[in-house]
Protein backbone atom coordinates (compact mmCIF):
# COMPACT_ATOMS: atom_id res chain seq x y z
CA UNK A 1 0.00 0.00 0.00
CA UNK A 2 1.21 3.56 -0.74
CA UNK A 3 2.18 4.95 2.73
CA UNK A 4 3.41 8.73 1.73
CA UNK A 5 0.46 11.17 1.25
CA UNK A 6 1.32 15.29 0.87
CA UNK A 7 -1.64 17.04 0.93
CA UNK A 8 -1.55 20.92 0.20
CA UNK A 9 -2.68 24.00 1.50
CA UNK A 10 -4.04 26.82 -0.13
CA UNK A 11 -5.80 30.38 0.99
CA UNK A 12 -5.53 33.68 -1.17
CA UNK A 13 -5.27 32.74 -4.90
CA UNK A 14 -5.86 35.58 -6.79
CA UNK A 15 -4.41 38.42 -9.10
CA UNK A 16 -2.29 40.32 -6.30
CA UNK A 17 -1.26 42.98 -8.37
CA UNK A 18 -4.48 44.00 -9.65
CA UNK A 19 -6.48 43.45 -6.65
CA UNK A 20 -7.27 46.27 -4.10
CA UNK A 21 -5.22 44.68 -1.52
CA UNK A 22 -1.90 43.68 -3.38
CA UNK A 23 -0.61 43.47 0.64
CA UNK A 24 -2.62 40.25 1.37
CA UNK A 25 -0.68 37.03 1.84
CA UNK A 26 -1.24 35.01 -0.96
CA UNK A 27 -0.62 33.14 -4.09
CA UNK A 28 -1.03 35.06 -7.37
CA UNK A 29 -2.93 33.37 -10.56
CA UNK A 30 0.39 32.80 -11.89
CA UNK A 31 2.00 31.17 -9.28
CA UNK A 32 -1.06 28.55 -8.89
CA UNK A 33 -0.89 27.51 -12.40
CA UNK A 34 2.85 26.82 -12.26
CA UNK A 35 2.53 24.74 -8.64
CA UNK A 36 -0.69 23.24 -10.83
CA UNK A 37 1.55 22.15 -13.85
CA UNK A 38 4.28 21.17 -11.23
CA UNK A 39 1.83 18.91 -9.48
CA UNK A 40 -0.07 17.51 -12.48
CA UNK A 41 3.50 16.18 -13.76
CA UNK A 42 5.26 15.13 -10.80
CA UNK A 43 2.52 13.57 -8.76
CA UNK A 44 -1.52 12.03 -9.01
CA UNK A 45 -3.79 14.21 -7.03
CA UNK A 46 -6.63 12.46 -5.93
CA UNK A 47 -10.06 12.94 -4.54
CA UNK A 48 -11.82 13.40 -1.30
CA UNK A 49 -13.60 9.90 -1.62
CA UNK A 50 -9.79 8.21 -2.39
CA UNK A 51 -8.47 9.60 0.74
CA UNK A 52 -11.41 8.38 2.66
CA UNK A 53 -11.42 5.24 1.46
CA UNK A 54 -7.84 4.69 2.13
CA UNK A 55 -8.36 6.11 6.12
CA UNK A 56 -11.38 3.61 6.59
CA UNK A 57 -10.19 0.31 4.52
CA UNK A 58 -6.83 0.56 3.56
CA UNK A 59 -7.92 0.95 -0.43
CA UNK A 60 -4.76 1.12 -2.19
CA UNK A 61 -3.64 5.14 -3.91
CA UNK A 62 -1.65 5.50 -6.51
CA UNK A 63 2.20 6.53 -6.64
CA UNK A 64 2.44 9.93 -5.32
CA UNK A 65 -0.40 10.34 -4.44
CA UNK A 66 -1.33 13.96 -3.53
CA UNK A 67 -4.83 16.12 -2.13
CA UNK A 68 -5.43 19.95 -2.86
CA UNK A 69 -7.09 21.58 0.11
CA UNK A 70 -8.66 25.15 0.03
CA UNK A 71 -9.42 26.62 3.48
CA UNK A 72 -11.99 29.83 4.21
CA UNK A 73 -14.34 29.55 1.04
CA UNK A 74 -12.99 32.58 -1.12
CA UNK A 75 -14.36 33.65 -3.83
CA UNK A 76 -10.76 33.57 -5.04
CA UNK A 77 -11.33 29.61 -5.10
CA UNK A 78 -14.30 30.11 -7.93
CA UNK A 79 -13.06 32.26 -9.91
CA UNK A 80 -9.16 31.49 -10.03
CA UNK A 81 -9.19 27.76 -8.96
CA UNK A 82 -11.80 26.15 -10.03
CA UNK A 83 -11.53 27.39 -13.92
CA UNK A 84 -8.13 25.73 -13.52
CA UNK A 85 -8.90 22.42 -12.01
CA UNK A 86 -11.89 21.79 -14.25
CA UNK A 87 -9.77 22.30 -17.32
CA UNK A 88 -7.10 19.97 -15.80
CA UNK A 89 -9.52 17.66 -14.34
CA UNK A 90 -7.93 17.50 -11.01
CA UNK A 91 -10.32 17.53 -8.15
CA UNK A 92 -9.86 19.37 -4.95
CA UNK A 93 -11.15 20.05 -1.64
CA UNK A 94 -12.74 22.90 -0.66
CA UNK A 95 -13.48 24.08 3.11
CA UNK A 96 -15.52 27.00 4.21
CA UNK A 97 -17.12 28.39 7.20
CA UNK A 98 -20.58 28.31 7.50
CA UNK A 99 -21.39 31.70 9.02
CA UNK A 100 -19.84 33.87 6.93
CA UNK A 101 -21.70 32.38 3.74
CA UNK A 102 -25.22 32.12 5.36
CA UNK A 103 -24.47 35.30 7.51
CA UNK A 104 -22.70 37.72 4.94
CA UNK A 105 -20.16 38.72 7.94
CA UNK A 106 -16.52 38.90 7.56
CA UNK A 107 -14.71 36.33 9.59
CA UNK A 108 -12.51 38.37 12.53
CA UNK A 109 -9.69 36.45 10.98
CA UNK A 110 -10.05 37.97 7.23
CA UNK A 111 -10.75 41.50 8.70
CA UNK A 112 -7.35 41.31 10.37
CA UNK A 113 -5.95 40.09 7.22
CA UNK A 114 -7.53 43.67 5.49
CA UNK A 115 -6.54 45.48 8.43
CA UNK A 116 -3.16 44.24 8.13
CA UNK A 117 -2.92 44.93 4.50
CA UNK A 118 -4.48 48.18 4.82
CA UNK A 119 -1.66 49.50 6.72
CA UNK A 120 1.88 49.80 5.97
CA UNK A 121 3.58 49.40 9.59
CA UNK A 122 2.19 46.90 11.69
CA UNK A 123 3.84 48.49 14.93
CA UNK A 124 0.85 51.13 14.55
CA UNK A 125 -1.71 48.26 15.29
CA UNK A 126 0.81 47.19 17.78
CA UNK A 127 0.49 50.32 19.27
CA UNK A 128 -3.13 50.55 19.24
CA UNK A 129 -3.79 46.64 20.94
CA UNK A 130 -1.66 47.99 23.55
CA UNK A 131 -3.71 50.90 24.51
CA UNK A 132 -6.70 48.45 24.31
CA UNK A 133 -5.14 46.26 27.32
CA UNK A 134 -3.85 49.30 29.17
CA UNK A 135 -7.81 50.36 29.12
CA UNK A 136 -9.44 47.36 29.49
CA UNK A 137 -7.12 45.76 32.06
CA UNK A 138 -8.90 46.20 34.81
CA UNK A 139 -12.65 45.14 32.93
CA UNK A 140 -11.26 42.15 32.03
CA UNK A 141 -8.63 40.90 34.50
CA UNK A 142 -5.97 41.35 31.56
CA UNK A 143 -2.15 40.64 31.55
CA UNK A 144 0.52 43.68 31.31
CA UNK A 145 1.11 45.11 27.37
CA UNK A 146 4.24 43.55 27.81
CA UNK A 147 3.85 39.97 29.40
CA UNK A 148 1.51 39.57 26.43
CA UNK A 149 4.44 40.80 23.98
CA UNK A 150 6.64 38.18 25.93
CA UNK A 151 4.87 35.33 25.19
CA UNK A 152 3.44 35.65 21.53
CA UNK A 153 5.28 38.90 19.92
CA UNK A 154 7.85 36.47 18.30
CA UNK A 155 8.28 36.15 14.32
CA UNK A 156 6.78 32.84 12.43
CA UNK A 157 7.85 31.27 9.24
CA UNK A 158 6.04 33.60 7.00
CA UNK A 159 5.19 36.87 9.60
CA UNK A 160 7.43 39.07 11.55
CA UNK A 161 7.07 39.71 15.28
CA UNK A 162 4.62 42.30 15.25
CA UNK A 163 2.47 40.84 12.50
CA UNK A 164 2.22 37.66 14.99
CA UNK A 165 1.53 39.99 17.95
CA UNK A 166 -1.41 41.50 16.23
CA UNK A 167 -2.56 38.17 14.71
CA UNK A 168 -2.79 35.71 18.21
CA UNK A 169 -3.95 39.21 20.43
CA UNK A 170 -6.96 39.18 18.05
CA UNK A 171 -7.46 35.55 17.22
CA UNK A 172 -7.30 34.20 20.76
CA UNK A 173 -5.41 35.74 23.32
CA UNK A 174 -7.68 38.07 24.50
CA UNK A 175 -11.51 37.48 25.76
CA UNK A 176 -13.66 37.23 22.51
CA UNK A 177 -15.79 40.18 23.41
CA UNK A 178 -12.71 42.78 23.41
CA UNK A 179 -11.07 40.83 20.60
CA UNK A 180 -14.21 41.26 18.48
CA UNK A 181 -14.68 44.52 19.16
CA UNK A 182 -11.10 45.59 18.72
CA UNK A 183 -11.02 43.84 15.32
CA UNK A 184 -14.34 45.09 14.09
CA UNK A 185 -13.62 49.05 15.08
CA UNK A 186 -9.98 48.11 13.18
CA UNK A 187 -11.84 46.98 10.22
CA UNK A 188 -14.40 49.81 9.93
CA UNK A 189 -12.11 52.41 10.10
CA UNK A 190 -8.98 50.88 7.90
CA UNK A 191 -10.95 48.86 5.33
CA UNK A 192 -14.96 49.06 5.22
CA UNK A 193 -18.00 49.89 7.28
CA UNK A 194 -20.24 48.18 4.16
CA UNK A 195 -19.40 44.65 5.82
CA UNK A 196 -22.40 42.85 4.36
CA UNK A 197 -21.04 43.76 0.65
CA UNK A 198 -17.43 43.42 0.98
CA UNK A 199 -18.28 39.60 2.83
CA UNK A 200 -20.25 38.92 -0.82
CA UNK A 201 -17.31 40.04 -2.70
CA UNK A 202 -15.08 37.96 -0.35
CA UNK A 203 -16.76 34.81 -0.17
CA UNK A 204 -18.65 31.82 -2.13
CA UNK A 205 -22.10 31.75 -2.21
CA UNK A 206 -24.32 28.62 -1.42
CA UNK A 207 -25.26 28.58 -5.54
CA UNK A 208 -21.16 28.17 -6.13
CA UNK A 209 -20.37 25.25 -3.83
CA UNK A 210 -23.06 23.15 -5.81
CA UNK A 211 -21.51 23.98 -8.61
CA UNK A 212 -17.96 22.98 -7.46
CA UNK A 213 -19.63 19.70 -6.19
CA UNK A 214 -21.17 19.16 -9.35
CA UNK A 215 -17.60 19.60 -11.02
CA UNK A 216 -16.31 16.71 -9.04
CA UNK A 217 -14.84 18.82 -5.91
CA UNK A 218 -15.48 18.07 -2.78
CA UNK A 219 -17.04 20.35 -0.19
CA UNK A 220 -16.25 19.72 3.91
CA UNK A 221 -16.30 21.41 6.92
CA UNK A 222 -14.12 24.52 8.25
CA UNK A 223 -16.20 24.88 11.56
CA UNK A 224 -19.21 27.17 11.78
CA UNK A 225 -17.60 30.43 13.26
CA UNK A 226 -14.33 29.52 12.76
CA UNK A 227 -13.26 29.58 16.14
CA UNK A 228 -10.29 28.01 17.54
CA UNK A 229 -11.91 24.93 18.44
CA UNK A 230 -9.47 23.30 21.19
CA UNK A 231 -9.86 26.77 23.41
CA UNK A 232 -13.89 25.91 23.49
CA UNK A 233 -15.83 23.20 25.94
CA UNK A 234 -16.89 19.80 24.95
CA UNK A 235 -20.53 21.33 24.68
CA UNK A 236 -19.26 24.71 22.50
CA UNK A 237 -17.26 22.55 20.25
CA UNK A 238 -20.25 19.65 19.77
CA UNK A 239 -22.44 23.12 18.94
CA UNK A 240 -20.32 23.73 16.45
CA UNK A 241 -19.59 21.01 14.88
CA UNK A 242 -23.04 20.41 14.52
CA UNK A 243 -24.08 23.62 13.07
CA UNK A 244 -21.45 23.17 10.52
CA UNK A 245 -22.87 19.98 9.63
CA UNK A 246 -26.45 21.26 9.21
CA UNK A 247 -24.85 23.74 6.69
CA UNK A 248 -23.00 20.93 4.54
CA UNK A 249 -26.21 19.50 4.70
CA UNK A 250 -27.73 22.09 3.52
CA UNK A 251 -25.34 22.37 0.60
CA UNK A 252 -25.94 18.86 -0.35
CA UNK A 253 -22.87 16.84 1.03
CA UNK A 254 -22.89 13.81 2.29
CA UNK A 255 -22.54 13.37 6.04
CA UNK A 256 -22.35 10.10 6.66
CA UNK A 257 -18.53 10.35 6.20
CA UNK A 258 -16.79 13.73 5.88
CA UNK A 259 -13.85 15.24 6.57
CA UNK A 260 -12.71 18.21 9.19
CA UNK A 261 -10.41 21.03 8.48
CA UNK A 262 -9.89 22.59 11.93
CA UNK A 263 -9.95 26.16 11.92
CA UNK A 264 -6.38 27.80 12.86
CA UNK A 265 -5.27 24.27 13.12
CA UNK A 266 -7.08 23.93 16.24
CA UNK A 267 -7.76 20.31 17.97
CA UNK A 268 -7.76 18.46 21.07
CA UNK A 269 -8.77 14.75 22.31
CA UNK A 270 -12.03 16.34 23.42
CA UNK A 271 -12.58 17.66 19.91
CA UNK A 272 -11.74 13.83 17.95
CA UNK A 273 -14.43 12.24 20.61
CA UNK A 274 -17.49 15.06 19.11
CA UNK A 275 -15.85 14.23 15.30
CA UNK A 276 -15.69 10.17 15.90
CA UNK A 277 -19.11 10.61 16.87
CA UNK A 278 -20.45 12.47 13.97
CA UNK A 279 -18.69 10.04 11.54
CA UNK A 280 -15.87 12.08 10.52
CA UNK A 281 -13.19 10.41 8.82
CA UNK A 282 -10.31 12.99 8.33
CA UNK A 283 -9.12 15.64 9.89
CA UNK A 284 -6.77 18.11 8.34
CA UNK A 285 -4.68 20.45 10.50
CA UNK A 286 -2.06 23.22 10.01
CA UNK A 287 1.59 21.30 11.15
CA UNK A 288 3.61 20.85 8.67
CA UNK A 289 4.77 17.71 6.85
CA UNK A 290 3.46 14.72 4.84
CA UNK A 291 1.36 12.10 5.58
CA UNK A 292 2.01 8.70 6.61
CA UNK A 293 -0.81 6.42 6.59
CA UNK A 294 0.45 3.80 9.28
CA UNK A 295 2.03 6.64 11.36
CA UNK A 296 -0.44 9.36 11.70
CA UNK A 297 -3.64 9.51 13.21
CA UNK A 298 -6.07 10.25 10.67
CA UNK A 299 -7.86 12.91 12.24
CA UNK A 300 -4.48 14.80 12.74
CA UNK A 301 -3.34 15.12 9.21
CA UNK A 302 -0.47 17.44 8.58
CA UNK A 303 -0.30 19.50 5.38
CA UNK A 304 2.26 21.32 3.20
CA UNK A 305 1.58 24.94 3.16
CA UNK A 306 1.56 26.32 -0.91
CA UNK A 307 4.58 28.51 0.20
CA UNK A 308 6.52 25.34 0.36
CA UNK A 309 6.98 24.09 -3.68
CA UNK A 310 9.52 25.57 -4.81
CA UNK A 311 9.26 24.12 -8.52
CA UNK A 312 10.05 24.51 -11.56
CA UNK A 313 7.68 22.59 -13.99
CA UNK A 314 10.15 20.26 -16.02
CA UNK A 315 11.98 19.56 -12.28
CA UNK A 316 11.79 16.35 -10.25
CA UNK A 317 9.70 16.42 -7.17
CA UNK A 318 11.87 16.16 -3.90
CA UNK A 319 10.27 15.29 -0.67
CA UNK A 320 9.60 18.43 1.30
CA UNK A 321 9.49 17.03 4.48
CA UNK A 322 10.03 14.26 6.48
CA UNK A 323 6.93 12.95 8.07
CA UNK A 324 5.31 15.76 10.88
CA UNK A 325 8.44 17.77 10.55
CA UNK A 326 9.93 20.48 9.24
Not at 307 to 317: H, M, Y
Request: proline fraction near 5%; charge should be neutral.
Amino acid sequence: MQDVLTIVMYHYVRDLRHSRYPEIKGLSKEDFEAQIKYIKKNYTVIDASKLMDAIVSGATLPPRPLVLTFDDGYIDHFTEVFPILDRENLPGCFFPPAKCILDHEVLDVNKIHFVLASIPEAQKLVTHIFKEIDKNQSRYNLLPSAVYWEKVGKPSRFDSAEIVFCKRMLQRELPFELRHAITHELFSQYVTRDEASFSQELYMGIEQLGVLKRHGMYVGSHGYDHFWLNTLSTQQQEKQVDQALTFLKSAGVDIERWIMCYPYGGYNESLFSVLKSRNCVVGLTTEVGLVSLHKNNPLALPRIDTNDIKCKVNSLPKPFFKHGSI
